[in-house]
């Protein structure tokens, strides 16, 4: 993250809007305040899928949660599309915790095989 979004820019105003507490995982920034590189600034609908550099579609996320999230679109749905709007906000972060914490749990998986191996180097 380039050092102009932060103090006073978008990003910033995030973090404070949403208490600098991860909104996916609901990990507590300010307890880890030192790692300054865990802030993200995620976008809720992805950059690539079209989301806006908006307070509406900016949610504080920590590093690991922005980085599993990736390019998953919560506006996406079997029925078509659910845009973002404030009234639907906390039912599409719903749906990108649902798949974070699936990805989480095939990272951790190959995060285990990773471990063994290293144990035998
Ligand atoms: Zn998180």
Not at 41 to 63: E, I, M, Q, Y
């Amino acid at each position: 993250m380039a050092k102009k979004d932060w103090r006073g820019g978008i990003d910033w105003e995030v973090f404070v809007r949403d208490g600098y507490r991860c909104v996916y995982c609901g990990l507590d920034l300010i307890a880890h305040g030192d790692r300054w590189d865990l802030f993200a600034a995620d976008h809720l609908v992805p950059k690539s899928k079209r989301g806006a550099d908006s307070l509406l579609n900016l949610v504080t996320a920590c590093l690991g949660c922005n980085r599993l999230k990736s390019g998953f679109d919560p506006e996406k749905t079997k029925d078509g599309i659910d845009a973002l709007t404030e009234e639907s906000k906390s039912r599409l972060i719903e749906r990108a915790k649902v798949h974070i914490e699936s990805e989480r749990r095939k990272w951790a998986a190959d995060a285990q095989s990773m471990l063994k191996e290293a144990k035998r180097l």
